[in-house]
């Protein structure tokens, strides 16, 4: 049997507040925090905690393109894939977003507690 995962998505922001400010970060009720950027005409999202050192501070990221670099150490990131461009060993989630009028949604973000037992 073949299941398909359906994934929950959230009010996010209007997309006339996102178009304003360039950028937001969105913290959602389960923890989990994402970062959205409007650039190119295109609305993304993408989880706020950098993978490399686990700052969330991505919404604060300087954009280039397509990518957004983290602020603290400037990896960079491809919004539309999360990639990291400058090494193979860490990728930013990224979330699918879906505009309703001027309502921005976006799929939840996973909750970022992280687990410091190693």
């Known amino acids: 049997m073949n299941m398909k995962k359906t994934?929950?998505?959230?009010?996010?922001?209007?997309f006339s507040e996102l178009k304003e400010k360039g950028r937001l970060k969105f913290a959602a009720d389960n923890g989990g925090e994402a970062a959205l950027f409007?650039?190119?005409g295109k609305v993304y999202a993408v989880d706020n905690v950098c993978p490399h050192n686990h700052t969330?501070?991505?919404h604060l990221g300087f954009i280039e393109g397509n990518n957004v670099l983290c602020p603290v150490h400037l990896y960079k990131f491809n919004l539309k894939t999360g990639k990291n461009i400058n090494c193979q060993t860490c990728d930013l989630p990224v979330y699918e977003v879906r505009i309703e009028g001027?309502?921005?949604f976006i799929?939840?973000?996973?909750?970022?507690?992280?687990?410091f037992d190693f």
């Open 7 to 14: 994934n929950k998505f959230v009010r996010a922001c209007s």
């Open 38 to 40: 409007f650039t190119g």
């Open 56 to 58: 969330p501070k991505i």
């Open 102 to 104: 001027d309502d921005v």
């Open 107 to 115: 799929e939840e973000p996973k909750s970022n507690s992280f687990n």
